[in-house]
């Protein structure tokens, strides 16, 4: 086994977060702004964001849902109204004061005191409240039930310590909001919107997730349940990825939304919200990133096959531009996942190993370099991303099919890479989750400073609420822990809870997280 | 001719404002937030939106851009650097002073005094200088260049008096924003936007534009040329519906974006933007709008088709349900305009004839119902939304084609009825607007109290400048009129300047505008 050069500076194994700014700044998606928490997502970051808005809305589509547009300011009465939204929203709030600038004593520009807003705006942090004033406008009766709304948006939560996409000021995101006319239904529908990210997650972006209830502490401000996706990043943390509320009759009451049912009496709507943001982009890197960069699932690659033709500024180079074209024409007139193969043949100024380093850590799932004598011979240089090194010699693992194989076995070749991200990722979370820890010290053991990637643990507890709830939140605060989520699909209790020895009502998931 | 009992109660030929404002709620498109000058955009509305986008993204995307995404924040500093854009944009706009919210006094929220922001926070109501940053620290050398950006947004501008899709305080747009290493490239690029938008608005919305150049006063600030696409709405005023904008060096110096050249020289970019907003929703309304509400262009109608099966709560109806799906499903495997046609199979509760007219208002293209007797004969009842009534018996126009028959037709009518609401418009446009004017009075007489819609009027003129173009404005706007632009393909001057006796240098539109 030769040494490998890898085409980062930070390891994985040794300092995670170095490594994800050093991946986010190599792969060139998104850099700081200059503007407090807030990010520039650049083409590749923001390519991989439009290809999972346009897969994903597809499928919320696909649901019966409708987009539309709300406002993104949002007046203050507004969350003031629902007593739990004000506790949990209205602390960390972009607001709006003023409407105009004049020319300061020092010629700089403020805000002119003549222009105050009489009742100040806050820049949406989410909509449930401007949603529901319009859905006790547009609802009357039950023929106008169940109402789909979903909306993508910029939302704005003032956060303290920020971390590209994972944690900034402003983030991009989808907001689905529901109104329906009973609670079945909107419970329904809540776990429906899940199912509905649990798929697109692990179908679309390789991301395998676990989903299941949020503890009670954990709830979004005013719901009566949250349920999350919950995915394990290569350093054993774990990422809420995606959330689905069941909001009961709470915004229904705050804001008026009712319905005449089909006896004639009025009843209030059950609602749902769910939502999915740029965070999935933070979690798509720290999934799938090695120390050579990122590796991005074909599903979501902005490009999924770049060509690099071997250039040499030579008379000769017009011949391999014309056969390289050609071999662009064959694969773009292909499919891939049901869509046309998105193929770049990448001609911009620079060097070829140069550039093939470039996509390498972009991540590009497969690089196809031709050279000179590759045309002659009628063959390409083919590098996948996902098996980039070859063992033995340290070298990149370059084979070098006819282009028309190449041509024929492309879009299996995605499909393969697509399914091996996934079970790749699948078979090193099951390997970092440790189930049937029956006592505390078993946890703490488990996340001693020693253990550097300590993965999750899996216990039954007896569900408490109130303040017993709190002192299990304490207790694991202390080993900055949190219960990520009860699994769906998690076996049924038949022990005692690891915190209070009384007898389990159900297993949740124990991790550090993002 | 029988009289036509219309579907609206407002008659564009005597209240275009009520009418504009009836079609807007008739189609269901859009409302009133609450939210001073922002407006929600419902699905109906929105969905036309989503599929302008998809289709200016497209060629956008053709043209070589990549797409991105800016903070919606703005540091004042910004606008402060170049003097021109300070004194266009530092007026109305939704300024951030504060990052936290408590209670106050009474019970509510009021701004944190305690989180205060050092630095005034702008939304952003155009993005010049927070691009015209990252140019600076992305580009380098030429290699660099071009640089080909856009993003797809949310901008604010404090308007006083707001119009639904017109002007709202806040609207969704795209803002392309592209740095060149040279002058020449940069016009040519101007350009190249500037036909990217009529092709556009022609081909895709069917919206005939007069692509011209802006005079000097109507520039947007910073710019060194500003083009425009200007539409004429049907009540004669012109809509500018797009704008593209040369800014020359000006942005580059304020911002720093220098590149070295090939002979290791310093030298500064020249930059460019070009925008399209929500305005063009309006657009359409008030280009292709009638007497019974929206007609979409199937190329940008979210549904194309609309089947109305006539259920009768009766045993039969499944037996009809299922011919309508066979119909939904011949449809919707055809293609129009190269992608799938878009059909929806409406069996929301409800009667049929009350259906009908909701789908006629909205302006879907084709409306077909289908009965237990058209079942029987195997044909469907076709509404096509361009040639609504039949004017001898002053009903609806139906045609009873076999069902198999519209399958087969049903691409060419949706090319038919597109192309049709372009040659209408065109039609209109051109016998509205009035060639060699050539003297003030004819200008006056034009435009007295009792021409109800008058046109457009294209004059000659000596393109003041400074003082003596003030006083040619000052004179326009005491008719309430504006120099829309400077044809693209007007005929060369051959006379005098309608305003100051001068040789003429080009022809320019007047008109009453949005």
Redesign the interface.
Known sequence: MAEIRHALTARRAEDFAAWYQEVIAAADMA?E???RG??????WG??I??RMQRLLDDRIKAQGH????????????N??REAEH?EGF?????????????AGKD?????DPDAKLEE????RPTSET?FG??MA?WIRSW?DLPLK?NQW??V?R?EMRTRMFLRTS?F?WQEGHTAHADEVEAREHTLRMLEVYRAFAEEDLALPVIAGEKPENERFPGAVETWSIEAMMQDGKALQAGTSHYLGENFARASGIQFQDKDGGQTYCHTTSWGVSTRMVGAIIMTHGDDDGLRVPPQVAPWQVVILPMLRDKPEDEALLAYCEELRAMLAADRAFGEPLRVLLDT???KAAAKRWDWVRKGAPVIVEVGGRDMEQGVVSLLRRDRLWDAASGKPAFANPAREALAQSIAGTLAEIQAGLLSEASERREANITRNVSGMDTVEAHFAEDQRYPGWLEVQWSKPTGPALDAVVERLKALKLTVRNVPIDALPADGRCIFTGEPAVERVLLARAY
Not at 38 to 43: E, R, Y
Not at 91 to 96: S, Y
């Open positions: 850099e702004s200059g503007v807030c990010m520039v997502i650049k083409p923001f390519g964001w439009e409708d987009n539309v547009y709300f406002p993104l300011f949002i007046p203050l009465a969350f003031e004000v209205a602390k960390e709030m972009a607001v709006v004061t003023h409407h105009r600038l004049i010629g700089g520009l403020v805000p100040p705006l806050v820049v401007i004033d319009a406008r023929r709304l948006a910029n704005v003032w402003e991009l911009k100024p620079g």
